[in-house]
């Protein structure tokens, strides 16, 4: 008998056509899954639900004594020598460790590749999730997650924590450049093209796994406050922030990362109606669940309290950031467990079923035949091929805002050009957050980058002169003024803000700039959209480039004509008068609407020209 609400009825019919779509992407492996759980000890099974930050583990011969079945390298655990051998070198040590176990279960590595592997030098950085959602390409999305996955096992790693499918609500939320946009259906869209990208048709030895983030409400938070309270009725809930993992789900995502975040009070580590009865229940996912960092110790009076909750509440596996983020460490983690089976109070087979999930996306992926990814990848990272896809996704990343008198494309052969701005020669700024460290640098934070200022003097003719001023002194008479100004770079919660007023300096350059006399280009590096103030009123050309990452020719291409813009805005833009908590709410005034973006009347070409999302037509 059918619930009688629509809402309920919906969720049964889903899951009866997901269960089956995610159980194909598992068949054949589930026998195997049980054969070996059957001949686990207890021990062995806890240390299957075990992900330890590699800065927390002094012992490598810790991952045999307690039948570790991941590590983890968080935003901060890079090792000293940077370098894609010594990260495969460290994969491997890891991995020889489990492989000497009893029953040999190999583990997962996983790493925050979360706009290209951005965690070893030298790799690709792609633009932040903001400006993949301006692509509105699915295809192209699933074309740089490939790269990426290809960067990522070229370190010895095969498990990325990405995509974020957060459907950012609230612009001063410090994450909202890891979330596509606003819009449910396009995040649930891009979401799933990233997944493919990762893991292809179907998890299997040249998968790297995927990691939906952050089930879910991470980006409604009131205030775009992170790891806040996400309040609303299940209704919004489900259609904002559960639904767009259905088609990761669909496309046989391996494991999702539940957040830090709340709905109306309540944590979602600690979530079983959400955790076990909707995602796993009605939307079938047979993948398995990883918690966030120290986000468990939030949940409970104790950590075994803690620990007692967020495992019955249906989490798989927990990270434990050891001294980075919690107090507590992986021998007591386990030790508190056993006890808590032991004692009644989590049933054996709530174990059995999260080994079960753990064990099945291994096989699927055949780590246990592959244990060691191909040493060829190693050589790839880094090559200009996978950097002609991440400067294919800078292209049509950019959403042109403003172009005065088609004052863009540029000519090739102006006699000179003056650039303005310290951003315009700032790889680190160029890439924002997540790169290279947690919270990024500015500066030239990795090699083989090439910076907006670098891009212009390598597109223009040999006539033209290219002059440049990081603050705006000393300018000199030009036919065009290109104005580079935006975000210093920041991660997580060291990005939220009270407000979104560019900076007051940045507006100030863009006036000074336009004191030259001839046309001022402004390009904005940011990981949002900002209140531009004064900023467009002095500007005859206003391009969003969001946080490009290391192809800055990408953005040449587009400013001289190589190609046309075909960016559009993925979320709203909000106005000076509008807070950003109305940016999105229905009838809210934005500067811009979700999906503007002009284009040039004639020259250059459009995009890759693949298929667009629904929702860019
Ligand atoms: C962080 C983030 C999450 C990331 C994890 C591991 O706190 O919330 O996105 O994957 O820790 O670095």
Known sequence: MLPGNVAGRTAILLALGLGGLALRAFAGVEERADALLAQMTLAEKIGQMVQVDSAALKDKADVKKYFLGSVLSGGGSDPADNSPATWKKLADEFQTQALQTRLKIPLLYGIDAVHGNNNVEGAVIFPHHIGLGATHNAQLVERAERVTADEVAGIGIRWAFAPCIAVSQDSRWGRSYESYGSSPELVGELGAAAVRGFQGAALGRNSVLACAKHFAGDGGTVNGKDQGDTVCDEATFRKMFVAPYEPSIQAGVGSIMVSYNSWNGVKLHGHKHLLTE?????????????????????????????????????????????????????????????????????????????????????????????????????????????????????????????????????????????????????????????????????????????????????????????????????????????????????????????????????????????????????????????????????????????????????????????????????????????????????????????????????GGRNGSGQTKTALAK
Not at 486 to 497: C, I, N, Q, V
Not at 548 to 575: C, H, I, M, Q
Request: net charge negative; proline share 6%; charged share 20%.
């Open 278 to 602: 909707v995602l796993k229940g009605e939307l079938g996912f047979k993948g398995f669940l990883i918690s966030d960092w120290a986000a468990i110790d939030q949940l409970g009076a104790d950590y075994r309290t803690d620990i007692e909750l967020s495992i019955n509440a249906g989490l798989d596996m927990i990270m434990i950031p050891a001294e980075i983020g919690t107090p507590h460490n992986y021998a007591e983690f386990i030790a508190d467990l056993t006890d808590l089976v032991n004692l009644g109070k989590v049933p054996p087979a709530r174990i059995d079923d999260a080994v079960r999930r753990i064990l099945t996306v291994k096989l699927a992926m055949g780590v246990f035949e592959n244990p060691r990814t191909d040493p060829a990848l190693t050589a790839k990272i880094g090559s200009p091929e996978h950097r002609a896809v991440a400067r294919e996704c800078v292209r049509e990343s950019l959403v042109l805002l403003k172009n005065e008198q088609q004052v863009l494309p540029l000519k090739k052969n102006l006699k000179r050009i003056q650039v303005v701005g310290r951003a315009a020669d700032d790889l680190g700024i160029q890439c924002g957050g997540w790169t290279i460290s947690w919270q990024g640098a500015t500066g030239n934070v990795t090699p083989g980058g090439t910076t907006i200022l670098e891009a212009i003097r390598q597109t223009v003719g040999p006539e033209c002169v290219v002059k440049y001023s990081a603050d705006g002194s000393g300018l000199e008479t030009a036919d065009a003024v290109i104005v580079v100004v935006g975000e210093m770079p920041y991660a997580e919660m060291k990005g939220d803000r009270t407000d979104l007023q560019l900076a007051a300096a940045d507006q100030a350059l863009i006036k000074q700039a336009r004191q030259n006399g001839a046309p001022v280009t402004t390009l904005l590096l940011s990981g949002r959209p900002l209140i531009l103030g004064e900023a467009l009123a002095a500007s005859d050309a206003f391009v969003a480039a969001w946080l490009p990452g290391t192809e800055g020719r990408g953005v040449a291409d587009v400013l001289f004509g190589d190609y046309k813009p075909t960016g559009k805005l993925s979320r709203p833009w909000p106005n000076e008068a509008a807070s950003a908590s109305t940016e999105t709410k229905p009838g809210a005034k934005s500067a811009f609407p979700f999906g503007f973006g002009l284009s040039y009347d004639e």
